[in-house]
């Protein structure tokens, strides 16, 4: 007796639940918009498989009608949408449901907030982002039930901001007041516009009528545009770091080749491209030859971008350098003919145009810190190989007997040589290692700028201001020279653009060298005092 009352209940709840669905039939037949987008927001309400599968299949203009039902089609099979039945006999007549651009927009947000349940938790931050822009007070019920059962923070907090948003279209001032509550917990400053438009006069009245939401939106607006601000500018750190680990890569070298051996090269740029190129011919390589492993022809890009361009390096040293030392200027026009050369070289093998660098998988993406703030995996890494190609030039000039021979030769040629120093050797390989670190920065380059012959270009002005301003032959110099710039430049273009930025630099390291000409880090001894 107590198992029939059970299924009485169970068959009277189904009959209710699915008492609607005439009238969601006739809607979504309707021509009317409002009437579609009242049955697609039934259907939300309702949240069950057969609502889900029929918004998809609507979505899909998949969704079909013989006058008075909705069925969709699987296999050869008629299916009622609404009930989950299979039609006997299938329908004769068949028309698709249409629908328009304005119906389609609440369409898909329906679609993503059925998403809202998906088993994988990509899909479910996806739908929750998107519903952020676009959820209705129709969803707020799923929403609540969504937020209950959510678990993973990032899409909670996603799903915060979408219940808030929704919340702000309700009559109800309470629900109202604590939507606005909700967002000034967030970082994004996308909330600021639904916030400022609570505060926000139509003639003498407020937009919105109740002091209590106003006094809550300014509370809350307050708060996240002090939050906002705080995450700008630890995104601007960032980036003022990673910028400046750039210059730091393309600086390293000719703090060698200019900071220890005094050469003026102005194909320094061109040793930048010639790394880069070498990614992209690496990349050629991998994806014709070994395509399984295409996300790894960066590392294999490394070793061969050093050699090459310190090949090309000992060239320009043994062909036409060695015979100019001493003499500035002189050193100065040769290495910039040797630019046009390698830049019209770089054409001929290349073609004038860029070529694509694509990042591997594991640089793509980026991590979310806080407030919003996104760091992007490519820079991460790029600030990581700086320091790491700092440490080895470290070592390199420190630690090792060449390191030794270098410092010698460039303190006093004449004493080195005395004692023994193959001074010409070390020329060369003094300026190969410094060729061989410019292709490390361009390989660098390659994963965050447009790859050509003329890039080489818009990096040897930097360049030079970063050896000057830290120190002609100081990598310690180099170092916090190259973050300074960069975070400067960034906090700088913020305020005042690129350009403007740009030359507020330029400007201020002319009046620094004028007031220290040694740069931040001195060298220090009797032989630069004498």
Known sequence: MKNWLILCVALLFATLAHAADPDIARQLNSDDSDEKIAAIQALVKRGDDNARLTLRALAEDALYTDGTRLFRLEGEKAIDTLSGAALEPAPETTDTITINNRVRRELDAAVASMRLFAPERDKRLAAARELR??????????????????????????????????????????????????????????????????????????????????????????????????????????????LGSILLLAALGLAITYGVMGVINMAHGELLMIGAYSAYAMQTVFRRYLPEFVDYYVIAAIPVAFFAAALVGVAMERLVIRHLYGRALETLLATWGLSLVLIQASRVLFGSQNVEVANPAWMSGGIELWGGVQLPLNRIYIIGFA????????????????????????????????????????????????????????????QIANVGPDMGQGYIVD??????????????????????????????EGWTGAVIAKILVLVFIIVFIQKRPQGLFAIKGRFVES
């Open 133 to 242: 822009e676009t959820a209705s007070l129709a969803m707020l019920p799923l929403l609540d039930k969504a937020l209950a059962a959510e678990q993973d923070p990032a899409v909670h907090a996603a799903l915060t901001l979408a219940h808030a948003r929704a919340g702000l279209q309700s009559e109800d001032a309470a629900v109202r007041r604590e939507a606005a509550t909700e967002l000034g917990a967030s970082a994004d400053a996308n909330v600021k516009p639904l916030l400022a438009a609570l505060l926000a006069k139509k003639g003498d009245a407020f937009a919105e009528p109740d002091a209590a939401v106003r006094e809550a939106a300014a509370a809350s607006l307050a708060s996240l545009e002090s939050r906002v601000a705080r995450a700008e500018a630890i995104g601007r750190v960032f980036s003022g770091i990673s």
């Open 387 to 446: 320091a790491f190609v700092l440490v080895l030039v470290w070592l390199m000039m420190q630690k090792t007997r060449l390191g030794m021979f270098v410092r010698a030769v460039t303190q006093n040629r004449s004493m080195a040589g005395c004692v023994g120093v193959p001074t010409g050797r070390i020329d060369t390989l003094a300026f190969a290692i410094g060729a061989g670190i410019a292709g490390l920065g361009g390989v660098a380059l390659s």
């Open 463 to 492: 360049s030079f201001m970063v050896v000057v301003l830290g120190g002609v032959g100081q990598l310690a110099g180099a170092v916090w020279a190259a973050l300074g710039l960069g975070i400067v430049s960034k906090f700088l």
